[in-house]
């Protein structure tokens, strides 16, 4: 992986309206990170660029996916909410919808899980991508179910996603093993 740090000194050109675009949402976030003037670090992770920059908090960071200098995808992590493991919460992942299906989810939340060593998941969930995503991420690593409000930080292993709508527990994966 290569990292290479600059400013984008102007906003990009589009040959259409991004307004009008079926990823409006990404692209609009991309825009409004380079007219805050956001330091932008590149990454390459196999077949994607990767536009990492500080996000709306001192803790937060957005990262903008691109194949073949498209912008394909959009996701958000935050640190500091979980106190003990130190795991960034995702909370945002937003795929172009022409580009959904092609693994592009998967593969960034594997690059953020072998980034920070784990993820932890939101709290709500989108019912199309977002629980198979996680449903897959349980079953190929260690998984846990942990509730943040919990004082005693308590998590339980997991070996398939929770059936249950409970709002306020969430999931984690990591790398290395939490409980011994």
Same mark, same amino acid.
């Given at each position: 992986?290569?990292?290479?740090?600059?400013?984008?000194?102007?906003?990009?050109?589009?040959?259409?309206?991004?307004?009008?675009?079926?990823?409006?949402?990404?692209?609009?976030?991309?825009?409004?990170?380079?007219?805050?003037?956001?330091?932008?670090? &590149?990454?390459?992770?196999?077949?994607?660029?990767?536009?990492?920059?500080?996000?709306? #908090?001192?803790?937060?960071?957005?990262?903008?996916?691109?194949?073949?200098?498209?912008?394909?995808?959009?996701?958000?992590? &935050?640190?500091?909410?979980?106190?003990?493991?130190?795991?960034?919460?995702? #909370?945002?992942?937003?795929?172009?919808?022409?580009?959904?299906?092609?693994?592009?989810?998967?593969?960034?939340?594997?690059?953020?899980?072998?980034?920070?060593?784990?993820?932890?998941?939101?709290?709500?969930?989108?019912?199309?991508?977002?629980?198979?995503?996680?449903?897959?991420?349980?079953?190929?690593?260690?998984?846990?179910?942990?509730?943040?409000?919990?004082?005693?930080?308590?998590? #339980?292993?997991?070996?398939?996603?929770?059936?249950?709508?409970?709002?306020?527990?969430?999931?984690?994966?990591?790398?290395?093993?939490?409980?011994?």
């Amino acid at each position: 992986m290569r990292f290479k740090e600059f400013y984008l000194k102007e906003m990009p050109q589009y040959t259409d309206s991004y307004t009008n675009a079926s990823n409006y949402t990404i692209h609009g976030r991309y825009n409004k990170a380079i007219q805050d003037k956001k330091k932008f670090k &590149e990454l390459i992770y196999d077949k994607y660029k990767i536009l990492r920059t500080t996000g709306y #908090t001192k803790n937060s960071f957005e990262w903008f996916v691109f194949i073949d200098d498209v912008l394909v995808a959009n996701f958000s992590s &935050e640190l500091g909410l979980d106190k003990v493991y130190k795991f960034p919460q995702i #909370t945002l992942a937003l795929v172009s919808p022409e580009y959904r299906n092609k693994k592009i989810a998967s593969d960034i939340y594997e690059y953020l899980l072998d980034y920070y060593g784990g993820v932890i998941s939101s709290k709500h969930l989108s019912k199309d991508g977002g629980k198979l995503l996680w449903k897959s991420l349980v079953s190929k690593n260690n998984a846990y179910e942990y509730f943040p409000d919990n004082k005693e930080n308590k998590i #339980t292993r997991i070996k398939e996603m929770p059936n249950k709508s409970d709002s306020e527990s969430r999931i984690i994966i990591s790398k290395k093993e939490l409980i011994k």
